[in-house]
């Protein structure tokens, strides 16, 4: 996990994850548990095979969620923060039909 300031003109290219939010288990981060939703957990999950992803954002990570002070600057820029990623990746679930996209994401990512 690597801090960026959202303001910083050398923010790098990162792409953006949208999920939902649902029961929570834990991943690891820079050595850290961290509790984050299953739905959030098997999106990183798949996108682990993806070396090529680059930086990803995700609220719950990214987002200090016991700190109300933080959540309340970062939850009003939240549109700020989706359209300035280089792309968007919607997770709809570990449902196989779903996978696909990652092999498309994977396809288009070479392209880049």
């Known amino acids: 996990m690597e801090i960026f300031l959202i303001a910083d003109s050398a923010l790098p290219n990162y792409r953006a994850l949208s999920y939902t939010w649902d029961s929570p288990p834990m991943v690891f981060c820079n050595g850290y548990a961290m509790v984050v939703t299953s739905n959030l957990h098997d999106a990183l999950y798949q996108l682990a095979d993806y070396t090529d992803v680059g930086h990803i954002w995700c609220d719950a990570l990214c987002i200090n969620q016991a700190d109300?002070?933080?959540?309340?600057?970062?939850?009003p820029i939240m549109g700020d923060i989706f359209s300035s990623a280089t792309t968007v990746i919607v997770w709809l679930g570990n449902d196989t039909k779903y996978l696909k996209d990652f092999e498309w994401l994977h396809d288009a990512n070479s392209l880049m």
Do not use: D, G, M
């Open 68 to 75: 109300s002070k933080e959540k309340s600057v970062c939850i």
